[in-house]
């Protein structure tokens, strides 16, 4: 897919919707994406010097641009503005009056220290939604620590429930607090974006690393709540039910899903040991919980004597939920990835042709549209800044004062 020029104006649901996101590295950005995947004009504002940090992420980087980058901040435009100086206070405050989000992930009391906050741009703008993603919200004791990923699954305990029983706290694979927190925030934006067009009026978005992260919590707050106890770590196994985790086939991991007593039932015949469905071991679910390893070990031994795809084929004429342990490589290549459309091909003025992440949600009427790759560091400020009312000669100036930078041409 090729950019489309101007294209202020975008397909999708959120048609219509202006953006401003003033945010790096990947909760903020995973917040942006989002609303630009599903039609809003985004327009991303970087910091001077250097941009979002996210840039300078140089492995992997694709003919001397971060992988990282481009992956988190295509569907955006972008403009580059010296927050610091008192015209590029001016640039962001005439841009917020026509816009309907502002988004930031700046540490908490930042954009009030530059004079940008939430009281002076609601002022200029009573409609403003101000989205703010932090590391532990814009209240109570650490309203104004900073955040990372790393920190907010420690700190909601996410970390002591991943990784294998007796093992040392594991982070998730996955950066779950940061993108967590840009959906969260999304949502957020949307449900405000609704209340706006009903009323006219604007308000705090506020969302965290540290909410988004205890969020995951789930089940094993209903335990901590119902019983008192912190749960650990379990490996790939659920914390309610068995058998519900990876097993080893003779060629790789599938995992298996036995959620239900019917499921359990048919996993026991298909597997050929129909006698499990009456072992006194293995009859309920209380009973399977209660020796997990001694049926893990019988069904481990069994399962290693087919191939992964062999017992895929198997349990799902049984109907029974199974699935196989993919590599990165084998998902993103997986023939249902991509009939969903969750590969999408962009063209770089830089990097050149990549691939990047489709669009999780799917629309029947007004579908996502992804049509640009990330943004050079300023390459759209020209077009936005006379977008927004500034003649050529105001343009040249600024650029020469250090206010503001366009990309140089490729």
């Known amino acids: 897919m090729k950019e489309q020029g101007q294209a202020s104006q975008k397909p999708g649901p959120l048609a219509g919707m202006r953006v401003l996101e003033l945010t790096q590295i990947m909760s903020g950005p995973t917040c942006g994406q989002m609303l630009a995947d599903m039609g809003a004009d985004v327009i991303k504002v970087e910091k001077l010097p250097g941009g979002d940090d996210a840039r300078g992420y140089r492995d992997p980087q694709v003919n001397g641009v971060s992988g990282p980058f481009m992956m988190m901040n295509r569907n955006k435009r972008g403009i580059a503005v010296n927050l610091k100086h008192e015209q590029g206070k001016h640039v962001l405050l005439r841009m917020v009056k026509e816009a309907d989000v502002l988004v930031e992930n700046f540490r908490g009391g930042t954009l009030d220290k530059l004079g940008l906050g939430y009281e002076v741009v609601s002022a200029i703008n009573p409609g403003l939604i101000y989205c703010s993603i932090s590391g532990y919200g814009r209240n109570g004791p650490y309203a104004n620590k900073g955040g990372f990923d790393l920190i907010a699954q420690g700190f909601a305990g996410l970390m002591s429930i991943t990784g294998e029983p007796g093992g040392a706290p594991a982070k998730n694979g996955n950066a779950v ?195 640009r790759p990330a943004p050079m560091l300023g390459q759209h400020t020209r077009e936005l800044l006379h977008q927004h009312g500034y003649s050529h000669a105001e343009i040249d100036a600024l650029i020469a004062q250090g206010v503001v930078q366009d990309s140089p041409p490729v």
């Open 177 to 371: 607090s940061d993108m967590n927190a840009g959906i969260l925030g999304a949502l957020g934006i949307v449900a405000a974006y609704v209340h706006k067009l009903k009323t006219g009026q604007g308000q705090i978005v506020d969302t965290s690393l540290s909410d988004a992260a205890l969020q995951q919590l789930y089940w094993h707050a209903a335990i901590f709540f119902a019983t008192g106890q912190s749960s650990g770590p379990t490996g790939s196994a659920h914390i309610l039910t068995a058998p519900y985790q990876a097993f080893e086939a003779s060629d790789g991991w599938i995992n298996i899903g036995g959620a239900n007593q019917a499921n359990w039932e048919r996993i026991a015949d298909v597997m050929g040991h129909p006698q499990w469905r009456e072992d006194p071991r293995f009859k309920t679910n209380s009973d399977r919980m209660a020796h997990r390893e001694e049926l893990v070990e019988l069904m481990n031994a069994v399962l290693r004597t087919r191939t992964r795809d062999e017992w895929q084929a198997a349990f799902d004429n049984a109907g029974v939920p199974a699935g196989p342990v993919h590599t990165v490589g084998e998902a993103l290549s997986h023939p249902q990835t991509l009939a969903r459309g969750m590969v999408v091909e962009l063209e770089h003025p830089q990097a050149g042709p990549t691939r990047a992440l489709g669009c999780p949600i799917h629309f029947s009427a007004t579908p996502a549209h992804i049509s």
